[in-house]
Structures are given as C-alpha cells and as structure tokens.
C-alpha cells in the first residue's frame, strides 16, 4: 500500500499546534446529552451565548431527553433565548429528542451500532447539519467522526491543503482518509484549529508569532 502524502503534512500540522496549545479538552459538558444539545444550540452563535442557554437548562434540572420532551414548548424557548433564533432551535430540540426517544429509547441506544449508518439516520433529522452531526458523533457518542467548520476550511485553504470552494464533504474526506481513525486526535484536532484560528488565523491573519508559520505559504504570498 502507498503511504497516503497527506497524513505526514497534517500531523505536522497536529503536532505544531499541540506544542503551542496543549491538550485543549473539548468539548465543555456533564454528559453525552448536553454536548448534543450544545451542538444544536451553537448554530449560528457563538459559544459564550450557547453557554448562557445551557446554563439555564441546568438550573432547572432540564438536561435530559425526557425533561426536554416533556417541556412546554414556548417555555423552552424562553430558556435557551441566549443563544439567539430561539424558537426555531427549541424546535429543533424538541424534533431531536423525539427522534431518539421514539425512534431508540435512549441515547446509549442512539450510539450502539455501526456509526456510519448512525451518521446517515441522524443528517436526516430535521435541523441536524453536517457540522452538527458530526460534532453530535465525535464528542457525545466518541465515534471517529471528523468535525469540519469555516475555522478549519480557513488555516487549511491558506495552508494549501484544501480549497475555498471544497464543500464540506471534501474537506472532511481529506483528515477522514489521511489520519488514524482515533477519537482521541480527532477531538484535540479540532479543539486546536478553533482555538488557532482565534488566537492567529482570523479572518485577518496575525501571522507574527504564529506556530505555523515556518510551514505556511500565506504569509510569503500575501507580502505587500
């Protein structure tokens, strides 16, 4: 078997990042239920406001699929407000609940299987993207799943290992098939190119400093 070209570049690129960073430990939650439940909730906002939300959700004794399921509808809402378009995402909860409480009993049931079959079943729920998903899979059932964001099409299309108009699936396909399949790196893969992506590749690039500098072309290419 040919040796894949591409899993030495990004455990390069791993490895760079954890030297600067660290075990970053992600994702922040209690249980299983709360990450898929942050999952939903970090759509379209960021995580401060996710946060807010979940917090109140845990003041009143509500995270859990049943209290979820058996909540008014319009008080849930209330609740997870922070987070921002919340009457659509209390939908959303309530159809993602109903999903595994109908169609499995239970989230342990949810996670029991073939987990590229889960993944199929679980982008046909309503209001459950690829992102979503895949965030659902890796942090709450720790299924080897690639979680891919605009961080992580961002530092790898300036790296020049993907390309701005890959779609989501190519970009995944390129750590799917180049990396082990291990939870353990996909989890602080991702953790880290968030966090890089806050601290240097911005929307603006703070390349001064960067731990990835001494192998990526933006800088050179972008020189005034």
């Given at each position: 078997?040919?040796?894949?070209?591409?899993?030495?570049?990004?455990?390069?690129?791993?490895?760079?990042?954890?030297?600067?960073?660290?075990?970053?430990?992600?994702?922040p939650?209690?249980?299983?239920?709360?990450?898929?439940?942050?999952?939903?909730?970090?759509?379209?906002?960021?995580?401060l406001?996710?946060?807010?939300?979940?917090?109140?959700?845990?003041?009143?004794?509500?995270?859990?699929?049943?209290?979820?399921?058996?909540?008014?509808?319009?008080?849930?809402?209330?609740?997870?407000?922070?987070?921002?378009?919340?009457?659509?995402?209390?939908?959303?909860?309530?159809?993602?609940?109903?999903?595994?409480?109908?169609?499995?009993?239970?989230?342990?049931?949810?996670?029991?299987?073939?987990?590229?079959?889960?993944?199929?079943?679980?982008?046909?729920?309503?209001?459950?993207?690829?992102?979503?998903?895949?965030?659902?899979l890796?942090?709450?059932?720790?299924?080897?799943?690639?979680?891919?964001?605009?961080?992580?099409?961002?530092?790898?299309?300036?790296?020049?290992?993907?390309?701005?108009?890959?779609?989501?699936?190519?970009?995944?396909?390129?750590?799917?098939?180049?990396?082990?399949?291990?939870?353990?790196?996909?989890?602080?893969?991702?953790?880290?190119?968030?966090?890089?992506?806050?601290?240097?590749?911005?929307?603006?690039?703070?390349?001064?400093?960067?731990?990835?500098?001494?192998?990526?072309?933006?800088?050179?290419?972008?020189?005034?």
């Open positions: 078997m040919q040796p894949n070209p591409w899993q030495s570049r990004l455990m390069e690129v791993f490895e760079l990042l954890f030297t600067r960073y660290g075990a970053l430990n992600w994702w939650a209690e249980t299983p239920f709360e990450v898929c439940v942050g999952a939903i909730l970090t759509q379209n906002t960021n995580w406001n996710v946060e807010k939300a979940i917090h109140n959700l845990r003041r009143e004794g509500l995270l859990s699929p049943e209290a979820i399921w058996d909540l008014d509808i319009e008080r849930l809402a209330e609740l997870i407000r922070p987070s921002g378009f919340f009457n659509v995402k209390s939908v959303r909860l309530k159809e993602f609940v109903q999903w595994v409480l109908e169609g499995h009993g239970s989230l342990d049931a949810v996670f029991a299987g073939d987990w590229l079959e889960l993944r199929e079943r679980l982008l046909a729920v309503r209001g459950i993207g690829r992102e979503t998903c895949d965030s659902i890796l942090y709450a059932g720790e299924k080897p799943s690639f979680v891919v964001d605009a961080y992580t099409k961002r530092l790898f299309s300036r790296l020049g290992l993907v390309r701005e108009t890959d779609g989501y699936e190519e970009v995944r396909a390129v750590f799917m098939e180049s990396l082990p399949s291990d939870v353990y790196l996909y989890n602080e893969y991702h953790a880290l190119i968030v966090e890089h992506c806050k601290q240097h590749c911005r929307k603006k690039p703070l390349c001064d400093g960067c731990p990835l500098r001494i192998i990526c072309p933006y800088p050179k290419a972008h020189r005034r």
